[in-house]
């Protein structure tokens, strides 16, 4: 069975300029996180989504970041301006009904 | 609302010797509790998960954890560590409620040495 799939890998952009991120979950699961996790820290949650529809998206901050579904299955990360603070790993996850989530390799985001 | 502390930053240990990792939360209503592995430059790996029932757990690599309700504690425990253990870790909680977000501590990075 094939994991969560990240890309790209690495990214290195200048500050205020935007980025995108792109994750395939695992066939099948309906719930799709993204964590933010800063070095020296935990995972946090960006955004929960259940089939194409947001479920927490409390701790984005939606100034600059935007995340979207289509069709319930892959998903995309935006962050527009970039800021030096958002240099960090990019984690998505997916589960099953559950709750057990899987995580893909990451994005790590530098900003310069 | 959920919260975890990793109570050490920073374990050092020689190969072959036992290794607990300390984990308390803070929550009141009742929770999943998790420990995940992080090596370097890898996406995190489930270790084992209280779901209910009994409260030592047993999961991958030799690791076992006990949840201890009282102490609101979930430590993580290895009789003998090796090398390839060394890694981050992270210890996660969450409402005890299907496909809900996870909440992490701070992890802790063990380091096993010959």
């Known amino acids: 069975e094939a994991g969560v799939a990240q890309s790209p890998r690495y990214k290195i952009i200048e500050k205020r300029q935007s980025v995108a991120f792109w994750c395939n979950p695992i066939s099948g699961h309906a719930t799709l996180y993204w964590y933010q996790q800063i070095l020296g820290q935990g995972p946090k949650l960006l955004i929960q989504?259940?089939?194409?529809?947001?479920?927490?998206d409390s701790q984005l901050p939606k100034d600059r970041f935007s995340a979207e579904r289509l069709k319930g299955v892959d998903s995309t990360l935006k962050i527009q301006p970039a800021k030096l603070e958002d240099s960090a790993v990019y984690l998505c996850?997916?589960?099953?009904?559950?709750?057990?989530?899987?995580f893909g390799p990451g994005t790590r985001l530098t900003v310069t | 609302a959920q919260s975890v502390t990793q109570l050490d930053s920073q374990v050092p240990v020689f190969e072959e010797a036992p290794v607990e990792l300390r984990c308390n939360y803070s929550?009141?209503?009742?929770?999943?509790l998790f420990w995940y592995v992080q090596y370097p430059n890898q996406g995190l790996q489930l270790l084992l998960k209280?779901?209910?029932?009994?409260?030592l757990v047993k999961g991958i690599n030799g690791f076992e954890a006990e949840f201890n309700k009282s102490q609101t504690s979930f430590h993580l425990r290895k009789p003998s560590v090796h090398i390839s253990d060394t890694a981050e870790y992270f210890c996660?909680?969450?409402?005890?409620?299907?496909?809900?977000?996870?909440?992490f501590g701070k992890g802790t990075t063990l380091s096993v040495s010959s």
């Open positions: 996660a909680v969450t409402r005890n409620q299907a496909g809900t977000a996870l909440i």
């Open positions: 929550s009141s209503v009742s929770v999943y």
């Open positions: 989504f259940q089939n194409n529809g947001v479920v927490d």
């Open positions: 996850a997916s589960s099953l009904p559950n709750g057990e989530q899987y």
């Open positions: 209280y779901l209910s029932g009994s409260t």
